[in-house]
């Protein structure tokens, strides 16, 4: 066996598995019938989606480093919250101001992974919206002047940042 087919085998494994932690964190079912049944999916699709060459073998390095992005994941869980909590107060309480404004960001990523990984934070934060990425300038949408304080101040993109590999 080659050092090829080895790689082959290492990234159709992974695939495999991450198919199977998807599937059972979304179905929340674990009775041998439906266990048997995901698990022959997952087959199937694995097959297919290698014999379909959809499996990418020769990947570029990752680069955002996975014990980083953990804890940039929790602080964005919780500013997707504050955030929640804001809209809300300005859709049940007319009196405070919703204000749409577009703004163009700076984006500090040194690679276009973590420029688009900023970029999707900042839409799922409600209250703002990324339109466009285009070299490291982003084009935001936001529902009130809050979401763009918020982003002025730069936190979110500097957490990306540490993420990224060095």
């Not at 009775?31 to 990947?59: F, K």
């Not at 390095?61 to 940039?72: H, S, W």
Request: with cysteine.
């Amino acid at each position: 066996m080659t050092m090829s087919d080895k790689i082959k085998y290492l990234h159709l494994s992974g695939f495999i598995i991450s198919q199977a932690i998807l599937w059972l964190l979304l179905s929340g079912h674990y009775t041998p019938l439906l266990l048997g049944l995901g698990s022959l999916s997952i087959l199937l699709v694995a097959i297919i989606s290698s014999r379909m060459n959809l499996i990418a073998y020769h990947q570029p390095e990752i680069i955002l480093q996975f014990l980083k992005f953990i804890p940039y994941c929790f602080w964005l869980l919780v500013e997707i919250l504050k955030s929640n909590i804001d809209v809300c107060k300005r859709i049940l309480n007319p009196a405070l101001p919703i204000k749409p404004s577009l703004i163009t960001i700076k984006a500090s990523q040194r690679s276009e992974v973590a420029t688009v990984a900023f970029a999707n934070s900042i839409t799922l934060t409600p209250g703002t919206i990324s339109i466009d990425v285009n070299d490291n300038m982003i084009e935001v949408h936001s529902l009130s002047d809050a979401g763009i304080e918020g982003l002025e101040t730069d936190e979110m993109n500097k957490r990306v940042k540490e993420a990224e590999k060095e």
